[in-house]
């Protein structure tokens, strides 16, 4: 149920960009998806509190402990609650200080960092329905959150609203999904009352944080090279490899489901064999599918590009196969890192960190062209899978 909720807001998250890319300038449209890698990296370390909202809850309530898990997640909620009003207020005071000194495009960064604000509370909240074994309210979450990003941001765009104005709207979506997320969860957090939230849960944790790093460096390894093509690329050049990139970055959608459904499970197993039967498991489902999507993306990419993009975009067609391999590479390692998570074992977020620093070193020296971009996205993404199996191999060990 949930591969399919998320399998369709792949889906409409697609439309979205498809959509836009037509409607948009291929300029703007390079801007448009340089924000939404934006938004993306930003919204990867929260993740860590998703990751131990759902190892804290699924572990409280397999033993009974339901006052403990709904207190540990209103005091996680508040304490975000308390960060997420924090950057919001910081955003209004900066944005019309930058606006005032010629900072270029202040409404779309404005919204940007108001978006990446709001997004906080998600992770918190799907981490419960997550650790609840909620699945049918979390995919109904997912759905939400594309669906009204993709109206939103339509609308809007069809209107002739500018890319400030489609980030603005994606801001409004994003803080809908917060608020319809917890609904769910009102029977959890009855057991406990309101007093809870005086408790002092705290975000800045050794676990959160080795999660963060990991998972925001491994989102940055997939994503940082559409960052590099739009600083080193002519403006036109760097629309078709974001378009390229827009699409080979679905792939990195297909572990969602997978590691959403083991994370919890394999948290609370106690065994390592059936630790590594469940990664194995969780490899298989993404492998085969990833391998099945890259193929046909590969040998499709004209005409996907065509029908999808528009046929302005027809440079993008000739990446769009080797960046899906790269993709599907960074797939079956978020596998390896949510397994290590939910384990916690987060020490290979150093590992991550690591491969992040040479990438960034080698894009410093190859950023000519999409094919040197390419080539390094490939051989990265290669490390990194080899590098977490050798992880997992010593650590079961």
Known sequence: MLAAAVGLANALNAVFQFGLARILARGEYS?????????????????????????????????????????????????????????????????????????????????????????????????????????????GATLLFAGSRLAVGLVIGAAGGGVGVVMLGVAGATALTAAVSVLPLRGLLGYTGWRSLVGREKLATLPNAAAAVGLTALTALATSDLLVAKLAFPSAQAGDYAAASVGARVLLLIPIAVTTVLFPRVAILRDRERERAHLLAGLAAVGITAAVATALLWTLAKPLIDITF????????????????????????????????????????????????????????????????????????????????????????
């Open 31 to 139: 801007l448009l998806a340089a924000l939404f890698a934006v938004v993306l990296i930003g919204a990867v370390p929260p993740l860590a509190f998703q990751a131990t909202t759902a190892r804290t809850v699924a572990s409280s309530l397999a033993e009974g402990r339901e006052t403990d898990a709904g207190a540990y997640l209103l005091g996680i909620l508040r304490a975000v609650l308390v960060w997420t009003a924090a950057l919001l207020a910081l955003t209004l005071v900066l944005v019309p200080i930058g606006a005032a000194l010629g900072l270029a495009h202040p409404l779309a960064i404005g919204a940007t960092a108001a978006t990446v604000a709001i997004a906080l509370v998600i992770p918190v909240v799907w981490g419960g329905l997550q650790g609840a074994n909620r699945f049918r309210d979390l995919a």
């Open 310 to 397: 528009g046929s302005k975009y027809d440079h993008a067609s000739s990446w769009l196969g080797p960046l899906s391999l790269a993709m599907a590479l960074y797939a079956l390692a978020t596998v390896y890192l949510y397994h290590f998570l939910s384990l916690g074992r987060s020490r290979f977020a150093l590992v991550v960190a690591g491969l992040l620093v040479a990438q960034l070193a080698i894009f410093g020296a190859l950023h000519g062209s999409p094919r040197e971009l390419i080539g390094v996205q490939i051989g990265v993404s290669a490390a990194t899978l080899a590098a977490a199996e050798a992880w997992h191999l010593i650590k079961h060990r």
